[in-house]
DNA sequence: TTCATAGTTCGACCCTAATCGAACCATCTG
DNA sequence: CAGATGGTTCGATTAGGGTCGAACTATGAA
């Protein structure tokens, strides 16, 4: 009674409602931020605040800031893996389901995220370069390679102009609508900048949105499909 | 927030410091009195009792009345499950473990459990009865078979005595030193007194040790290694 | 710069639930 | 039968923690 491996702490961090439902909103797998998962839980903004720091602090959850949001997902697998088996104890079902992302479909297919490039096309740019080895993350950072270099420099990009300034030149960036990664930091704003200035395409000036001209897109598409040998 | 699978509920119940404390006790799949869950928790026996009875009525636990005894072991084994997964997420191990049953040998061996055979002994002839069809669960009844009352008769039990009784004919029971099952009922009781008629053990009239000669023992072995066909 | 929004911290309130003492019931022992 | 032990129920106490209002910080937008 005295010491224990403290399945209890874990359990109750779990027991509570309002992180229960937390929890569960999170079994998508999708990252959500704290006010989402406040209203998921039916609480305000200050006791989610609490609730997602104990959570935190059991090591339940993984948390990303970005910019003035904070995205939260399950911590690993195990973690869904034991919500899952509580479900099942749980019998009786009837799951909750959370509403996502931006309605309109051209703000999915591309939009500025701090000044670099979101949602599809940024996310498949990003998936392209990891893909080919371009980026690598190790731990929490997100580092360009020699043959990345290479690639973003022949796309027209100066790079030591990037890699002088203060801020860090690659960062991963969760996506709002997709809520997968894509590249965010100095050379993804240089990318996007680049992609404006080949012309490819331009800013809605009333909205978020990025608006890919027909051969912009298909060059676009050209670039990342592009086999590194 | 308002409907959901609960899983709230059945954390919160593995939450409590006192019912992890009973849970992780059962974890070795042996089961467990009210009053030593009491004792691995660390509480007193009334608010065992509350926790027991919420535990039960959470489904995490099976519960069996034995005389003035209950004998508490987990429902199944996907709660056991849960467990193991949250004993993972609390990192930090170290077990507990709890003291069990008889340290006499004897009476480990062989000993009276209200009348019927209790200990390895009857655990064996339990066993052998149970696996060759004498015996079947059915649901939480034990039932007696028509080949295991053909076998009880050659035994030389008058089973009509015995049905004619009000107590029940078969019930499990569990074994308290290896918390196994074994038959107790007015057959069970049936059954050791014909073993002490046949001479093959006589009781140890100072404590509940059951004395087996050599030549009963052997003789009981023999029955009970019997193939059916 | 000023405004708005995301999130945190502090403080106070309140309510659930764990706990135990005491009395009670059930079962075995002598 | 009386005595002892295992277990339950009831009631009162208490502590822990969830909750929100209000004030505060940080980041982005205009």
């Excluded at 697998?77 to 479909?105: F, I, N, Q, Y």
């Excluded at 297919?109 to 000044?115: I, P, T």
């Excluded at 290479?150 to 002088?164: C, M, N, P, Q, Y």
């Excluded at 897109?217 to 990342?224: D, I, K, S, W």
Aim: a positive charge.
């Amino acid at each position: 009674m005295k010491e224990g491996p403290d399945i209890a702490r874990v359990a109750a961090l779990i027991g509570d409602p309002a992180r229960a439902n937390m929890l569960t909103a999170l079994m998508t797998g999708k990252a959500l931020t704290a006010t989402e998962l406040a209203a998921e839980a039916g609480v305000t903004s200050q006791t989610a605040s609490t609730h997602l720091a104990k959570l935190d602090g059991g090591n339940l959850l993984r948390v990303r800031k970005q910019g003035r949001h904070k995205y939260f997902s399950l911590a690993t697998d195990d973690v869904a893996a034991v919500l899952e088996g509580l479900m099942g104890l749980a019998a009786k079902s009837g799951h909750l389901r959370t509403r996502t992302g931006p309605r309109d479909a051209s703000l999915r297919k591309a939009r500025v995220c701090y000044n670099h490039l979101a949602g599809d096309m940024g996310i498949r740019m990003f998936d392209s370069f990891h893909g080919r080895g371009f980026l690598v993350l190790e731990g929490e950072a997100l580092r360009l390679t020699s043959e990345g270099a290479e690639f973003v420099a022949g796309f027209g990009i100066d790079l030591d102009k990037l890699t002088a300034q203060k801020s860090p030149l690659c960062k991963e960036c969760l996506d709002w609508s997709a809520r997968r990664s894509h590249l965010a930091g100095s050379l993804g704003r240089a990318l996007l900048s680049r992609i404006e200035t080949l012309g490819w395409a331009k800013r809605d000036p009333d909205s978020r949105a990025v608006i890919f001209t027909q051969r912009g897109e298909a060059a676009f598409a050209r670039q990342l499909a592009v086999a590194t040998v």
